[in-house]
């Protein structure tokens, strides 16, 4: 990978090429990674616009593309190029498939001859692109007329059942097609989408039908596993003549020569053999019991696991280490980095230690335990102490990465570590992450846009660049790296310590029930926060420790004019400084130093959420606020002189506790009536009890406390209410009232009347 400009990450991929005959004999070649949906081509497509060749390749004539024939003439076969065609010159011949159907060659402008071959063979039973591209041509007039096809012979190429997967109709890409609502091929994210869903089921869970018989292979495949027999189907195309593997790079990979490279087959070379199937059952077995930062990865290691073959592990120079049994190789890079965490429990100590006292006697001690001790070449105290701290850290809690080493390293990490390890010494779990953008671009230094470390700390100071890098994304989004979220930062972080030298043990004794309100969100966020960190989702993190305890202050500070009790205020900066010290470690220290804590906050145990109430009166503080605000809209009042608020009768929270119940069992009105309409105190209020039941049966009731609470929350929030308008405010019982008004309230919904 480090001697590539470009393509870092890619790796070779195995292709089966078919070998479809026209009527002269000469052969036209497409490429596909499910060789076990052989049965189901109805059909070859080719772009009319690219540019093909013919070329004898070996003994036979083959039509694919120049990039594809100058690719396999590095993979152990002689290719001389004959001609160079055009696609169209294809289009309206037919070839002869392996089941000995001859099928058409049709026009596709979405075949690029970058990729595979240039040419494709069609399976719409189970490719929602094959399908969607045939009921785009018999619509196309144009495209038919100018190539001479004619519709109905289009119209009578049909899907070919071959694959039964569980939950799919027989035409499983007629029912991907309609899941995802595809309308033609101009879907394309919805085709990559609709593409990844079906390819992984058919994997998984598909099963051959009846075509798959002796009559085409060797033995019967009906009803068997996919996943268990596509290796066999695969070798039996190739025994028959019909196919070969072919490797391409998984992607466009550019050398530091600015060469492109392409995949070599070489007589002399060592590989590691991940193709093993009881070494991947091994390593899938691995994956299966680890847990992944995010989960969504998961399913790309399966299928790295799956894919990987022979790799080659060697090379001829650069650097690294020499293969111990033959040394004018070097281990390539990837293969000497797979468990090279099991070295860090050691290298403190190992450093020290002549490397010719370094064999394998040593670490078949340290690292498996086996062997004797007497044979050992070092200290057998130290060399006792190393296996201890080996088997005091591993197996490894979790490693984190980018993104890209899915493919390689950290899958490599996987089979190495079954191949060495015991079971308990596997990994637990990985971590893996995007790629940092600079103010939404990819950072190159072609651009001049990369932002180092060093000048990350310089120009913002090492907090700040923190957080603005933990806050542009998380899981395995590429996180941007918003310089000027970085600048504001500084000065945000420091206001934090401001804050706390201005409020830490200072405010009321007395508690009302915003305190009570506001501690209650400083749990909810605990418990958020942790939840965050636990799955690696730093900025959702952030998010609750920093964006929502800011928003929570800025109401309660607001709530309680600024006069915050004691304790509460003091929690708030204590737990707010706990939970960003991962993330801003430094301010964090200073905040703990400046409000007296003892020792350092790294140091400090994790805050622990208290029981997290579900009293729900806060918010009908901030419902009635905003109603305030609308009635004065409303009347055009923007000096209000009186504000009165009226708190619903005592009947009503007894009829909405009755109705709470009640409407979990039924919404039939008559039965709500007839039941309210049994409590005597309730029955001389059943014109009012009438339309309250009306909306409930469509609305639902809210959770409803009863009206000396309400009051004792509204008499609090007087001065609040007052300071917010400018204006006198009287708290009322609406049994206490003669105005009309009043009896409009209804429980967590006061009624206003504003002069």
């Not at 070649?29 to 059909?43: E, F, M, R």
């Not at 998984?204 to 798959?212: A, L, Q, R, W």
């Not at 003091?570 to 960003?580: A, P, R």
């Not at 029955?683 to 406390?705: F, L």
Request: proline share 3%.
């Amino acid at each position: 990978d480090h001697d590539r400009i470009d393509g870092e990450g890619e790796t070779p991929q195995e292709y089966v090429i078919y070998k479809q005959p026209l009527s002269d004999g000469k052969k036209v070649i497409s490429a596909t990674l499910k060789p076990d949906t052989v049965l189901g081509i109805t059909n070859m497509y080719v772009n009319p616009e690219s540019e093909l060749v013919e070329a004898k390749v070996n003994k036979e004539i083959w039509i694919l593309s120049e990039k594809s024939a100058h690719e396999l003439s590095y993979q152990d076969r002689k290719v001389e190029i004959i001609k160079k065609i055009k696609g169209s010159d294809l289009i309206g011949k037919t070839v002869r498939q392996f089941n000995g159907l001859d099928v058409p060659i049709l026009p596709a402008v979405f075949v690029e001859t970058n990729v595979g071959t240039g040419i494709v063979h069609s399976c719409p039973s189970d490719s929602a692109d094959d399908l969607i591209a045939l009921k785009d041509l018999v619509k196309d007039d144009a495209t038919l007329k100018k190539f001479h096809l004619k519709k109905e012979d289009i119209e009578k190429i049909k899907p070919i059942p071959i694959i039964n997967i569980e939950g799919y109709s027989e035409i499983p890409a007629e029912d991907i097609i309609k899941k995802f609502n595809i309308i033609n091929q101009h879907d394309k994210n919805k085709l990559k989408d609709a593409k990844k869903a079906l390819y992984g089921d058919g994997f998984y869970k598909g099963k051959f039908n009846e075509k798959y018989t002796t009559k085409y292979f060797s033995k019967d495949y009906i009803g068997k596993n996919v996943i268990d027999h596509k290796d066999e189907i695969k070798q039996e195309l190739i025994d028959k003549g019909f196919a070969e593997i072919y490797f391409q790079l998984s992607g466009k990979v550019v050398a530091r020569s600015l060469s492109e490279c392409v995949v070599k087959i070489v007589d002399d070379q060592w590989f590691m053999a991940y193709g093993d199937e009881n070494w991947k059952k091994k390593a899938h077995n691995c994956l299966d019991n680890m847990k992944l930062y995010p989960e969504k990865t998961r399913s790309q290691f399966n299928y790295v696991l799956d894919w990987l073959r022979n790799w080659a592990c060697t090379r001829e120079f650069g650097l690294g280490t020499k293969l111990p049994w033959d040394e004018k190789w070097l281990i390539e890079s990837l293969s000497d980095s797979t468990i090279y965490m099991a070295y860090y429990t050691i290298a403190h100590k190992i450093k020290d230690i002549p490397a010719e006292n370094l064999d394998d006697n040593f670490f078949d001690f340290v690292f498996l335990g086996k062997g004797d001790l007497n044979k050992i070449k070092i200290d057998k105290k130290l060399a006792q102490e190393m296996r201890e701290e080996f088997d005091y850290w591993y197996p490894m809690d979790f490693r984190t990465t980018g993104k890209d080493l899915i493919q390689n390293h950290m899958s490599f990490c996987i089979f190495n570590h079954t191949a060495i390890f015991p079971k308990e010494k596997w990994p637990k779990s990985f971590g893996l992450n995007g790629h940092v953008m600079v103010d939404g671009d990819k950072m190159s230094k072609s651009k001049g846009n990369f932002v180092t470390m060093r000048d990350a700390y310089k120009d913002y100071g090492a907090d700040a660049s923190r957080f603005a890098i933990l806050s542009g994304g998380e899981g395995i989004d590429d996180p941007n790296f918003d310089t000027e979220l970085a600048k504001t930062m500084t000065s945000k972080l420091l206001s934090l310590l401001d804050f706390a030298k201005e409020h830490y043990n200072k405010g009321r004794d007395s508690k009302l029930t915003i305190d009570e309100w506001m501690e209650n969100r400083i749990n909810s966020i605990i418990t958020a926060t942790a939840q965050h960190y636990e799955e690696t989702n730093l900025r959702s993190a952030l998010q609750s420790c920093y964006f929502d305890m800011q928003n929570a202050l800025k109401w309660y500070m607001r709530r309680c004019n600024n006069k915050p009790n004691k304790k509460t205020i003091n929690k708030f900066i204590e737990i707010q400084t706990l939970l960003l010290a991962p993330i801003t470690p430094f301010i964090a220290e200073e905040i703990w130093e400046t409000i007296g804590k003892k020792g350092f906050i790294a140091e400090a145990e994790w805050p622990k959420a208290e029981k997290i109430s579900e009293d729900k009166s806060e918010g009908m503080i901030k419902e009635t606020l905003e109603d305030i605000h609308s009635v004065l809209t409303l009347l055009k009042i923007t000096k209000p002189k009186k504000i009165r608020m009226f708190v619903a009768e005592k009947w009503k929270y007894d009829l909405y506790k009755l109705l709470k119940k009640e409407l979990e069992k039924t919404r039939d009105f008559g039965k709500l009536m007839g039941l309210a309409m049994k409590k005597e105190d309730l029955k001389k209020y059943s014109k009012d009890i009438t339309k309250i039941i009306q909306k409930a049966v469509k609305t639902g009731i809210s959770d409803v406390t009863n009206q000396d609470k309400e009051l004792k929350i509204l008499m609090e929030s007087t001065d609040f209410f007052k300071e917010e308008f400018n204006a006198k405010i009287e708290i009322l019982e609406a049994e206490k009232s003669n105005e009309g008004k009043a009896k409009q309230a209804l429980p967590g919904k006061v009624a206003i009347l504003v002069e």
